[in-house]
Protein backbone atom coordinates (compact mmCIF):
# COMPACT_ATOMS: atom_id res chain seq x y z
CA UNK A 1 0.00 0.00 0.00
CA UNK A 2 1.52 3.79 -0.84
CA UNK A 3 0.40 6.92 0.83
CA UNK A 4 -0.84 9.21 -1.30
CA UNK A 5 1.09 13.00 -1.53
CA UNK A 6 -2.37 14.28 1.15
CA UNK A 7 -2.03 11.40 3.25
CA UNK A 8 2.06 11.85 4.01
CA UNK A 9 1.47 15.59 4.55
CA UNK A 10 -1.13 15.24 7.31
CA UNK A 11 0.90 12.53 8.76
CA UNK A 12 4.24 14.80 8.87
CA UNK A 13 2.21 17.79 9.92
CA UNK A 14 0.45 14.88 13.07
CA UNK A 15 3.72 14.32 13.67
CA UNK A 16 2.97 10.40 12.54
CA UNK A 17 5.20 7.88 11.23
CA UNK A 18 5.46 7.96 7.24
CA UNK A 19 6.76 4.64 6.28
CA UNK A 20 4.22 2.53 5.49
CA UNK A 21 5.20 -0.56 7.16
CA UNK A 22 6.58 1.35 10.16
CA UNK A 23 3.56 1.62 13.48
CA UNK A 24 3.42 4.34 15.03
CA UNK A 25 4.72 3.73 18.77
CA UNK A 26 1.94 3.96 21.55
CA UNK A 27 2.89 7.03 23.55
CA UNK A 28 1.53 8.28 27.27
CA UNK A 29 -0.65 11.25 27.28
CA UNK A 30 -2.19 13.09 29.98
CA UNK A 31 -5.44 15.17 29.59
CA UNK A 32 -7.21 17.87 31.95
CA UNK A 33 -10.80 17.98 31.19
CA UNK A 34 -13.27 20.05 32.78
CA UNK A 35 -16.92 18.84 32.97
CA UNK A 36 -20.40 19.63 33.99
CA UNK A 37 -20.48 18.33 37.84
CA UNK A 38 -23.41 16.09 37.37
CA UNK A 39 -24.59 12.09 36.99
CA UNK A 40 -23.59 10.85 33.35
CA UNK A 41 -20.62 12.94 32.52
CA UNK A 42 -17.85 11.14 33.74
CA UNK A 43 -19.65 8.47 32.09
CA UNK A 44 -19.85 9.89 28.99
CA UNK A 45 -16.17 11.20 28.63
CA UNK A 46 -15.00 7.07 29.52
CA UNK A 47 -17.05 5.48 27.40
CA UNK A 48 -15.15 7.61 24.36
CA UNK A 49 -11.74 6.33 25.21
CA UNK A 50 -13.27 2.81 25.46
CA UNK A 51 -15.05 2.94 21.90
CA UNK A 52 -11.65 4.05 20.48
CA UNK A 53 -10.14 0.79 21.67
CA UNK A 54 -7.85 3.24 24.67
CA UNK A 55 -7.13 1.98 28.01
CA UNK A 56 -7.19 4.04 30.42
CA UNK A 57 -4.11 3.78 32.52
CA UNK A 58 -5.22 6.65 35.51
CA UNK A 59 -8.61 8.40 36.06
CA UNK A 60 -8.67 10.77 38.85
CA UNK A 61 -11.87 13.02 39.19
CA UNK A 62 -13.46 15.58 41.75
CA UNK A 63 -14.58 18.86 42.05
CA UNK A 64 -13.01 22.17 42.04
CA UNK A 65 -13.44 25.30 43.63
CA UNK A 66 -16.72 25.74 41.67
CA UNK A 67 -18.78 22.91 42.98
CA UNK A 68 -20.43 22.73 39.84
CA UNK A 69 -17.73 21.69 37.75
CA UNK A 70 -15.56 18.54 38.05
CA UNK A 71 -12.18 18.48 37.03
CA UNK A 72 -11.12 14.92 35.63
CA UNK A 73 -7.38 14.26 34.61
CA UNK A 74 -7.20 11.02 32.49
CA UNK A 75 -4.10 9.27 31.51
CA UNK A 76 -3.78 7.19 27.99
CA UNK A 77 -1.42 5.23 26.37
CA UNK A 78 -2.16 5.33 22.13
CA UNK A 79 -0.96 6.46 18.98
CA UNK A 80 -0.64 10.58 18.64
CA UNK A 81 -3.89 9.63 16.17
CA UNK A 82 -6.12 7.36 17.99
CA UNK A 83 -5.48 10.39 21.14
CA UNK A 84 -5.97 13.33 19.11
CA UNK A 85 -9.42 11.25 17.76
CA UNK A 86 -10.46 10.73 20.66
CA UNK A 87 -9.82 14.60 22.36
CA UNK A 88 -11.76 15.86 19.65
CA UNK A 89 -15.08 13.61 20.65
CA UNK A 90 -14.64 14.81 23.62
CA UNK A 91 -14.25 18.63 23.18
CA UNK A 92 -17.77 18.31 21.39
CA UNK A 93 -19.11 16.69 24.08
CA UNK A 94 -21.79 19.13 26.03
CA UNK A 95 -20.68 18.11 29.23
CA UNK A 96 -17.39 19.22 28.87
CA UNK A 97 -16.29 22.89 29.43
CA UNK A 98 -12.50 22.68 28.82
CA UNK A 99 -9.73 20.47 28.16
CA UNK A 100 -5.88 20.48 27.75
CA UNK A 101 -3.99 18.06 26.90
CA UNK A 102 -0.27 17.66 28.41
CA UNK A 103 2.43 16.88 25.61
CA UNK A 104 5.65 15.05 26.95
CA UNK A 105 7.35 18.40 26.66
CA UNK A 106 5.04 20.47 28.88
CA UNK A 107 5.99 21.39 32.47
CA UNK A 108 3.65 20.40 34.26
CA UNK A 109 3.15 19.66 38.41
CA UNK A 110 1.98 15.84 38.87
CA UNK A 111 1.45 14.27 41.60
CA UNK A 112 -0.72 10.50 42.97
CA UNK A 113 -1.59 9.83 46.49
CA UNK A 114 -0.60 6.31 47.86
CA UNK A 115 -1.76 4.82 50.88
CA UNK A 116 0.19 1.53 51.70
CA UNK A 117 -0.84 -0.41 54.61
CA UNK A 118 2.78 -2.62 56.55
CA UNK A 119 2.60 -5.69 58.76
CA UNK A 120 4.03 -4.17 62.36
CA UNK A 121 3.43 -5.80 65.57
CA UNK A 122 4.22 -3.99 68.59
CA UNK A 123 7.95 -5.01 67.95
CA UNK A 124 8.31 -3.87 64.54
CA UNK A 125 5.92 -0.59 64.26
CA UNK A 126 8.62 1.87 65.32
CA UNK A 127 10.85 -0.03 62.20
CA UNK A 128 7.95 0.21 60.11
CA UNK A 129 8.10 3.77 60.91
CA UNK A 130 11.61 4.77 60.19
CA UNK A 131 11.46 3.45 57.12
CA UNK A 132 8.14 4.74 55.64
CA UNK A 133 9.42 8.46 57.05
CA UNK A 134 13.03 8.02 55.84
CA UNK A 135 11.33 7.48 52.00
CA UNK A 136 9.28 10.38 52.85
CA UNK A 137 5.85 9.28 53.42
CA UNK A 138 4.09 10.29 56.21
CA UNK A 139 2.07 7.62 58.92
CA UNK A 140 -1.59 8.06 58.63
CA UNK A 141 -3.10 5.26 60.90
CA UNK A 142 -1.65 2.93 63.51
CA UNK A 143 -3.40 -0.37 65.01
CA UNK A 144 -1.88 -3.55 66.48
CA UNK A 145 -1.34 -5.39 63.60
CA UNK A 146 -0.28 -2.30 60.94
CA UNK A 147 0.72 0.33 59.98
CA UNK A 148 -0.83 2.52 57.17
CA UNK A 149 1.58 4.83 55.60
CA UNK A 150 0.81 7.75 52.93
CA UNK A 151 2.97 8.69 50.14
CA UNK A 152 2.95 11.33 47.68
CA UNK A 153 5.08 12.10 44.71
CA UNK A 154 5.34 11.28 40.82
CA UNK A 155 3.74 8.15 39.10
CA UNK A 156 7.88 7.14 38.89
CA UNK A 157 8.18 7.64 42.77
CA UNK A 158 5.43 6.16 43.52
CA UNK A 159 6.59 2.94 42.04
CA UNK A 160 10.08 3.28 43.43
CA UNK A 161 8.22 3.54 47.03
CA UNK A 162 5.93 0.73 46.61
CA UNK A 163 8.75 -0.98 45.46
CA UNK A 164 10.68 -0.75 49.09
CA UNK A 165 8.18 -1.31 51.04
CA UNK A 166 7.18 -4.33 49.09
CA UNK A 167 9.95 -5.74 50.60
CA UNK A 168 8.73 -5.23 54.17
CA UNK A 169 5.23 -7.13 54.84
CA UNK A 170 3.42 -5.28 52.56
CA UNK A 171 -0.29 -6.24 52.98
CA UNK A 172 -2.49 -3.36 50.70
CA UNK A 173 -2.02 -0.56 48.47
CA UNK A 174 -4.02 2.28 46.79
CA UNK A 175 -3.41 4.85 44.86
CA UNK A 176 -5.43 7.52 43.67
CA UNK A 177 -4.21 7.96 40.14
CA UNK A 178 -2.61 10.95 38.76
CA UNK A 179 -3.27 14.52 39.00
CA UNK A 180 -1.76 17.24 37.09
CA UNK A 181 -2.16 21.00 36.37
CA UNK A 182 0.57 23.14 34.17
CA UNK A 183 3.03 25.31 36.25
CA UNK A 184 2.42 28.58 33.90
CA UNK A 185 -1.16 28.33 32.35
CA UNK A 186 -4.83 28.05 33.87
CA UNK A 187 -7.15 25.65 32.36
CA UNK A 188 -10.48 27.91 32.80
CA UNK A 189 -14.22 27.93 31.56
Known amino acids: MTLTQQQLIR ?7 VLVDAPEPPQTHALSILIENHAGALNRVVNLFSARNLNLDSVSVGPTDDETVSRLTVVTTGTRRQVRQAVRLVRQLLDVLALDEFTP ?6 RELCLAKL ?3 ASSRSTVMELARGLGATVAHTD ?3 VTVQFIGTALEVDAFIEVVGEHNLLEVARSGRLA ?4 RTLSL
Do not use: Q
Request: glycine share 4%; hydrophobic share 30%; aromatic share 0%.
Open 11 to 17: KRADGET
Open 119 to 121: AAD
Open 144 to 146: RNA
Open 105 to 110: DDAVTE
Open 181 to 184: LHRS
